[in-house]
């Protein structure tokens, strides 16, 4: 277990998640921001890159374990992508649709922020989310994110706008403080 929440459980994802990893990864309309369900052979590549994440920077995407029942119903983490000109930390989240609209997504995003500051040390961390998933947008801002910018990615042969969002340690530390002055 690398981090833990009032419902959830964040591991390192290992090889035996594979068939939980499909179910995810291969719903169509789980994986409708990348334009389409993904092969078993994009799940192994997938599978294999966080594995690659692990040895290289010491985290990737983690497994999202419901504490309930023991299940695997997403992925959440911190990886580095190509922003700007350079790479940034960025908190990602990807959940099974039967766990959608049940707050885990932004219990497990806010636990990845606090990691990436607390334990990573980092002075920034953004979320970089495809400009028509209003949902993930409203997880970022929960998350006290603020917009700062667009991109375009070319994935899968398709050019897609993605919305730019960014917390840096000082606004982390001012919403805690905030939230402390509170009680």
């Not at 994440?53 to 504490?67: C, D, H, P, Q, S």
């Not at 953004?126 to 667009?150: C, F, H, L, W």
């Not at 340690?169 to 509170?182: K, W």
């Amino acid at each position: 277990m690398l981090l833990e929440t009032e419902r959830l459980v964040l591991r390192k994802i290992t090889r035996k998640d594979f068939p939980d990893l499909c179910k995810m990864l291969q719903d169509a309309d789980v994986m409708w921001a990348y334009e389409h369900a993904f092969t078993d052979l994009e799940v192994t590549v997938w599978l294999e890159r966080q594995l690659e994440r692990y040895r290289e920077n010491g985290f990737g995407l983690m497994a999202v374990i419901l504490k309930a029942t023991n299940e695997l119903i997403g992925q959440t983490g911190i990886t580095l992508q190509d922003w700007n000109g350079r790479h940034v930390p960025e908190i990602g989240y990807i959940f099974n649709k039967a766990h959608w609209h049940m707050g885990y997504a932004i219990e497990a995003a806010s636990a990845c922020k606090q990691y990436a500051f607390e334990t990573l040390g980092f002075n920034e961390v953004y979320s970089i989310i495809r400009d028509n998933n209003i949902p993930s947008q409203k997880v970022a801002t929960r998350n006290g994110m603020e917009k700062i910018g667009e991109t375009i990615k070319f994935y899968y042969n398709v050019y897609m706008p993605h919305t730019i969002y960014r917390i840096t340690r000082d606004e982390y530390r001012n919403s805690n403080q905030d939230f402390l002055d509170e009680k």
